[in-house]
C-alpha cells in the first residue's frame, strides 16, 4: 500500500538522537573543523562508535542479507539508515563522513565477501576503539571509467600471497582508515589490464600492512574533515584469503566480481544523495530562518503572479528537496525489499546532486553579502554541497546509467 | 514506513485505465482537438469505468470508499491518453466530490445517487476566473447573504460544459472567504457565455460564464448553513491537476523515447547520442520526482495531516514546471516532426502549459 507515514517509532526515534548529535556534536564545530583542515573530529568519533555499538549497529552502511548465514547481528533498514544520514549530514557533511565503524570499505566486504571474510574483517568493527574502513577505486587515469585501472595484483606462488603494485588517488577516510585507526582499506587492482572488468578483483589491506603509503592527502573545496588521500602500492602483499569473495574465480577471466562491487552503487548511490538532502535542507532552513529575520514570510498557496521573486525561489527550492528526498526514500525501499535498483539508485543519486547545488548556490546568492560571509555556515554548504554532484559517480554518469535503463541499452549501445 | 506499492485493487484500476487510455483516447485525441468535441460514447466508455462510482459508498449508490491516491492514480492514467477527454470524463466529480467531502447530508442525498446511477452527465463546477492574477484564495466572484438567501456576482471562466451542465458548483468569496454554492442551470441571472478558444483543451467544451445577481437559496450553500471548509477541495484540485500532468508528462516521454530509438542520425539512433539520452534520463527523473510529491500530497488528504495544504501546492507548482520542461523536450526531440501536427507532442506541450493555470478543472 502506498504509505508516506513517516512516523515509524524506530525512524523517530533514531531521527531525534541523530538530531541532538547533529545540534550538539557537530554544528558548533564545525566551522573550525572546515578552518583546520587536517583536525580529527575525535569527540564525534568516539561518540558515534560508543552509541552505535550498544546499539548493536555495526555501521552507518547497512548489512546485505546474507543468503542464509548465521548473521544475527540486527538489521538496520536502509530507509533508516537514510534518514540517519541525512540528518548527520545536516548537522555536518563533512563530520558524517567521519563517521567510524565502517563505511565504503565494510559495505564492499558486505557485498562480495565469503562468510569467512565477513566474519574476520567485519567483526573488528566491534572492537574497543573505533576504526574505519576506506575503498581505493579511482586511479589517476580511471574514474568513472573504472574499468581502465591499472593497478596490478599478482600472485607469488611461493608464498600464496598477492602482490599489489600501483597508485590510488582520492581515498575517502584513507587516512583515518589506515593511520588514525586501525582499520582497513579495500583496494580494487587487476590481475591482467588487458582483461578489462574481467581482470578486476578487490583486496583488504589491512592497517600497517608493508609496502602500502599515504603520499598525499588532498587540500580540497569543502568536507575538509573527511580526509582525501593518495595511496602508493610497493610490492604490497597482502594473504591469499584478503581476495574478496570466491577464490575460484580467481582463475576464470569472468566479470561476477566487478559486477558485484557496482553492484554496492546501487546501494550506496541513494545514501550519498540522502546526505546530499541533509546538507539542502540545512541551507534552506537557515535561508528561511534569515529571511523570517528580515521581516520575509512566504506566502505558501499564493498563485505564482502574486509572489515575489525571492518567495519563488525558496518555494521552488522547498519543492526540489522535498520531491528529491522522495526519490531517495523510494530507491532504499526497493534495496530493503531486495528489488532491482539500478535506475530509481541513479535517479536519486543525480537529482539529490544537482538539487543540493542549486540550493546552497541559490541561498547564497538570495542572502547577497550576508551569504558571502564565513560568520555563516551557508557558504561551507555551498562548497560541501558540490561534492555529492561528483563522488559516487557524477551527475553525467548517473544520467548514462539512468539513460541506459531507461533505453534498455547496453554500454556498447550507449557509450 | 514509506512504501510504494499499489494496493492489488488500485493496481487493477490502474491497468483498466491505462487501457482505455492508451487504446480508446490516444487512439481519438487528434481528431477531436482538430474537430473540437469529443465522442461521446468515449466519454461514456470512460464514465462507465466506474472511478467516480468506486469512490462513493453503497447508501449513496455507489460501491467503494473515497482515496484521494486512488483518484491521483486513475487520474495520472486518464491524461496518459489525451488530457480533454480525461478532464471529460472526471467533469462530474467536480460536482460530486465536493458534495460527498463537505457538503451536508440534504444536498448529498438530493444529488449523488441520481449522478452516480446515472449515465454520464455534465454537472460541473465555476471556478476559475478571468483575471491574470486569479487567486482561488481571494476570488473576485461574490456571494452576500440577503435573508434566506445568498445573491452571487461575478465572472467566471473555463467551465467545462457549461451550455449543457444540469447544475453546477459556483466557487464565490463570502466575507473574505471561498465558498461553493450549488446553482441550477435555469437560475435567473445566469448567462453561460460563448465556449472559449484556447491553446489546447480544443477538444473540451470550455465557457466564460456571468453572474448577474444571480439568487440561491440558503440550503444552496456547500454543507448547508454552516458552509464548509474549502482548503481541502482546493488542495484535492492541486493534487487532481498534479496528477494529470504527470500522466501527460509520461506520455510525451515515452512516445519521445521511442522516437529516439528507431531515428537515425549520422550513424547511429539519436537515443544513442548522450545530448538526446541524458535529457531523456532528466525528463524521467523529474516526472518520478513529481509523481511522488503528488503521491505524498494525496496521501495526506486521505490522512487529513495538516502538511496536505502545503505538500498539494508544491506538488502543483512542481508538476507544472514538470510538465513543461518534459513536453518541451518532447517536441524537441522529435525535431521538426515534432513540430508537426502529425505527431502528438506539439498537442502535449500545449496541454503541458496549461497544467499551471487549469488548477479547478478537476479534482481528486
Known amino acids: ?415 | 514506513m514509506y512504501s510504494f506499492d499499489p494496493t492489488e485493487e488500485q493496481q487493477m484500476l490502474i491497468d483498466t485505465v491505462k487501457r482505455y487510455a492508451e487504446k480508446d483516447l490516444r487512439e481519438a485525441a487528434r481528431e477531436a482537438e482538430e474537430g473540437g468535441a469529443l465522442l461521446d460514447k468515449l466519454v461514456q466508455k470512460g464514465w462507465d469505468l466506474g472511478l467516480l462510482q468506486a469512490s462513493m459508498p453503497e447508501e449513496l449508490g455507489g460501491f467503494g470508499e473515497y482515496s484521494a491516491v486512488t483518484g491521483a492514480l486513475a487520474a495520472e492514467e486518464l491524461a496518459y491518453g489525451d488530457l480533454a477527454a480525461a478532464l471529460a470524463v472526471l467533469t462530474p466529480n467536480l460536482f460530486t466530490l465536493p458534495l460527498l467531502l463537505q457538503g451536508d447530508e440534504a444536498q448529498a442525498d438530493q444529488y449523488i445517487p441520481s449522478i452516480v446511477e446515472g449515465a454520464w452527465q455534465p454537472y460541473t463546477a465555476a471556478f476559475i476566473e478571468p483575471y491574470y492574477d486569479f487567486d482561488p484564495n481571494a476570488m473576485r466572484a461574490s456571494a452576500k447573504k440577503e435573508g434566506d438567501s445568498y445573491i452571487l456576482q461575478g465572472e467566471k471562466a473555463y467551465v467545462p460544459y457549461a451550455a449543457e451542465a444540469p447544475a453546477m458548483l459556483v466557487y464565490a468569496d463570502l466575507e473574505g472567504e471561498t465558498q461553493a454554492f450549488i446553482v441550477e442551470a435555469d437560475a435567473e441571472g445566469l448567462t453561460i457565455g460563448e465556449r472559449q478558444k484556447l491553446l489546447g483543451l480544443n477538444a473540451l467544451p470550455l465557457h466564460e460564464l456571468h453572474l448577474d445577481q444571480v439568487q440561491v437559496a440558503a440550503g444552496a450553500r456547500l454543507g448547508g448553513s454552516e458552509g464548509h471548509d474549502f482548503a481541502p477541495l482546493l488542495d484535492s484540485m492541486r493534487v487532481g491537476m498534479a496528477a494529470l500532468g504527470v500522466g501527460l508528462a509520461r506520455a510525451s516521454f515515452d512516445y519521445s523515447r521511442d522516437y529516439a530509438k528507431e531515428r537515425e542520425v549520422l550513424g547511429s539512433m539519436i537515443a544513442q547520442k548522450q545530448s538526446i539520452a541524458f535529457m531523456l534520463a532528466e525528463m524521467a527523473t523529474e516526472i518520478e520526482a513529481t509523481r511522488l510529491l503528488t503521491w505524498e500530497a494525496a496521501w495526506q488528504l486521505d490522512e487529513e495531516w495538516e502538511e496536505a495544504s502545503q505538500t498539494a501546492y508544491l506538488a502543483h507548482s512542481g508538476a507544472a514546471d514538470m510538465a513543461m520542461m518534459v513536453t518541451d523536450r518532447g517536441v524537441q526531440i522529435l525535431g521538426g516532426h515534432g513540430y508537426i501536427r502529425e505527431h502528438p507532442v506539439e498537442l502535449w506541450m500545449r496541454n503541458g502549459r496549461g497544467i499551471t493555470s487549469l488548477t479547478g478543472l478537476a479534482l481528486v
Open chain 1, 1 to 415: 500500500m502506498i504509505s508516506f507515514d513517516k512516523q515509524s517509532d524506530k525512524i523517530q526515534q533514531t531521527q531525534m538522537v541523530v538530531r541532538t548529535v547533529a545540534e550538539n556534536m557537530m554544528r558548533p564545530v564545525s566551522r573550525q573543523m572546515d578552518e583546520d583542515e587536517g583536525a580529527i573530529p575525535w569527540d564525534y568519533i568516539n561518540f558515534m562508535h560508543t552509541a552505535m555499538k550498544s546499539m548493536g549497529a555495526a555501521s552507518l552502511v547497512p548489512q546485505p542479507e546474507s543468503n542464509g548465514t548465521a548473521d544475527k547481528r540486527p538489521r538496520a533498514t536502509y530507509q533508516l539508515m537514510a534518514h540517519n544520514i541525512e540528518g548527520l549530514s545536516w548537522g555536518d557533511a563533512g563530520m558524517y563522513l567521519c563517521t567510524p565503524r565502517g563505511g565504503l570499505g565494510s559495505a564492499a566486504v558486505e557485498a562480495a565477501g565469503t562468510p569467512e571474510q565477513k566474519k574476520k574483517f567485519l567483526s573488528r568493527l566491534n572492537e574497543e576503539d573505533p576504526i574505519f574502513t576506506a575503498m581505493a577505486i579511482t586511479e589517476a587515469q580511471a574514474g568513472s571509467d573504472n574499468s581502465a585501472i591499472q593497478c596490478r595484483a599478482a600472485l607469488d606462488p611461493g608464498t600464496n600471497e598477492w602482490v599489489l603494485n600501483g597508485e590510488k588517488i582520492f581515498v575517502t577516510a584513507g587516512h583515518k582508515a589506515m593511520v588514525d585507526t586501525d582499520g582497513f582499506v579495500v583496494v580494487w587492482a587487476t590481475l591482467d589490464p588487458e582483461a578489462g572488468r574481467a581482470g578486476i578483483r578487490s583486496f583488504v589491506i589491512e592497517a600497517a600492512t608493508p609496502g602500502i603509503k599515504i603520499t598525499k592527502k588532498e587540500k580540497k573545496l569543502g568536507i575538509r574533515s573527511s580526509d582525501t588521500v593518495t595511496f602508493t602500492l610497493e610490492d604490497c602483499r597482502v594473504p591469499f584469503e584478503n581476495m574478496l569473495g570466491d577464490p575460484e574465480i580467481k582463475e576464470k577471466q569472468e566479470t561476477k566480481g566487478f559486477k558485484s562491487a557496482m553492484q554496492t552503487f546501487n546501494i550506496t548511490r541513494p545514501l550519498v544523495a540522502a546526505s546530499a538532502i541533509g546538507v539542502a535542507r540545512a541551507a534552506l532552513e537557515e535561508l528561511k530562518r534569515l529571511l523570517a529575520g528580515q521581516g520575509v514570510e512566504i506566502r505558501y498557496g499564493l498563485p505564482r503572479q502574486k509572489l515575489t521573486n525571492v518567495e519563488r525561489e525558496v518555494i521552488d527550492m522547498d519543492c526540489m528537496l522535498r520531491s528529491s528526498w522522495l526519490l531517495v526514500l523510494k530507491a532504499v525501499w526497493m534495496s530493503d525489499n531486495g528489488q532491482p535498483n539500478a535506475l530509481e539508485a541513479a535517479m536519486s543519486k543525480l537529482h539529490a546532486g544537482e538539487v543540493v547545488t542549486k540550493i546552497t548556490q541559490k541561498a547564497v546568492e538570495i542572502l547577497g553579502p550576508l551569504g558571502y560571509n564565513r560568520e555563516l555556515l551557508l557558504e561551507k554548504w555551498f562548497r560541501d554541497a558540490k561534492i555529492n554532484d561528483i563522488f559516487e559517480g557524477t551527475g553525467q554518469i548517473n544520467r548514462l546509467i539512468a539513460a541506459r535503463q531507461l533505453l534498455g541499452y547496453s554500454g556498447a549501445e550507449l557509450r
